[in-house]
């Protein structure tokens, strides 16, 4: 059961965007259609949201949402209700290549110019019967069909067929053209588990939950509020989160971010800490006392290590140490996420 699990994995990045159709034919109706191109199976739409019905296994039920797309790579946010993997296929050469893919990915980051693991080619040209590659698993991938009629809740379909084999299952995909992956199957030992495109929602954001942290002087306590926060393709996460934590506090609480503050940069690091780094904004138009920006900044040490599962965050100003008139960091010197203390506001 585990190599299952592990092998529908391997699925999840063959996810396409849907595009518009392109007419292949000749101008004058007498010249052969131009071969078919890995591009014609895998049109990278933005702000596109996949839904993929499962039978067979819990996990095998997915969306699909783009999170960033450029220069002919596309990071793909993939949740099958298990896990959240990011996932950044490219388009070079006549091959659809993973190049990325991270499990437990429940923050927004981008990956596109990240290298993790083996890489691993999808599909390849040319697109016809016959068509074979190895994998760096040693599993054989060979296109076994070019028009294989498919229906699926969202449609039916004529695909091309790509079937992956092991010496201990197999998996095949079925891919449509101008619109992409319709539909896998997996084998193993008799067992069958399967995921079927059920619809298709254009030019729609994705949707997060975040969790964001004030103070309360009155009772020297963290509150926070749960708000949902918006992402369309290639939005800058850090400059959303800004955004949503510059308006207004909810009442009892006090501003953590200035109207004028702005994150400079934010990622979560190898070393499992969040790396936040604020203009000089934030700290001139403050105005609290020690006690009041301690728990300012213990509010950020909240919203920002929640977001990232992370206990520890770095907070710079400008990319130099946090000095004010009342605390001053060190180098290496981290606040502590202590967000299961704070009080929800409903």
Not at 51 to 79: F, H, L, P, T, W
Not at 82 to 111: H, P, Q
Not at 174 to 198: I, Q
Not at 241 to 260: C, D, I
């Amino acid at each position: 059961m585990k190599r299952m699990i592990l092998l529908l994995c391997t699925l999840l990045p063959l996810v396409f965007s849907v595009g518009c159709d392109n007419d292949n034919n000749g101008g004058n109706g007498t010249e052969p259609p131009a071969p078919l191109k890995v591009e014609d199976y895998y049109p990278a739409n933005e702000n596109t949201h996949y839904v993929y019905e499962g039978m067979g296994n819990e996990y095998a039920s997915y969306d699909v949402y783009v999170d960033y797309a450029s220069d002919g790579k596309i990071q793909q946010r993939v949740d099958n209700g298990g896990t959240v993997m990011a996932n950044v296929l490219e388009i070079k050469d006549g091959k659809l290549t993973k190049v990325f893919s991270r499990g437990e990915v429940y923050y927004r980051e981008n990956f596109l110019n990240s290298k993790e693991g083996k890489e691993e080619i999808l599909l390849m040209e040319p697109l016809e019967k016959g068509t074979t590659w190895t994998l760096p698993d040693s599993r054989v991938s060979t296109i076994t069909g070019t028009s294989v009629k498919i229906d699926t809740p969202s449609g039916s379909y004529e695909a091309i067929e790509v079937t992956t084999e092991s010496q201990y299952d197999k998996i095949i995909a079925y891919y449509a053209k101008d619109v992409g992956l319709v539909k896998s199957v997996f084998e193993s030992e008799g067992t069958e588990v399967t995921s079927t495109l059920e619809k298709i929602e254009k030019n729609v954001p994705f949707k997060q939950r975040i969790s964001f942290y004030y103070p309360n002087i009155d009772d020297n306590k963290i509150y926070y509020k749960e708000k949902e926060v918006s992402f369309r393709t290639n939005d800058v996460t850090r400059n959303v989160l800004a955004e949503v934590y510059k308006e207004e506090a909810p009442a009892g609480t006090g501003r953590v971010f200035s109207p004028n503050t702005k994150i400079n940069s934010l990622y979560l690091n190898k070393d499992g800490m969040v790396y936040i780094d604020l203009n000089r904004e934030f700290l001139s138009e403050m105005n609290a006392g020690a006690g009041y920006e301690s728990m300012i900044l213990d509010s950020i040490a909240d919203t920002f290590g929640r977001y990232y599962n992370s206990q520890k965050v770095i907070l710079t100003i400008n990319g130099g140490l946090y000095e004010s008139g009342h605390i001053a960091l060190q180098k290496g010197e981290y606040l502590e996420a202590n967000y299961e203390d704070a009080v929800e506001i409903k």
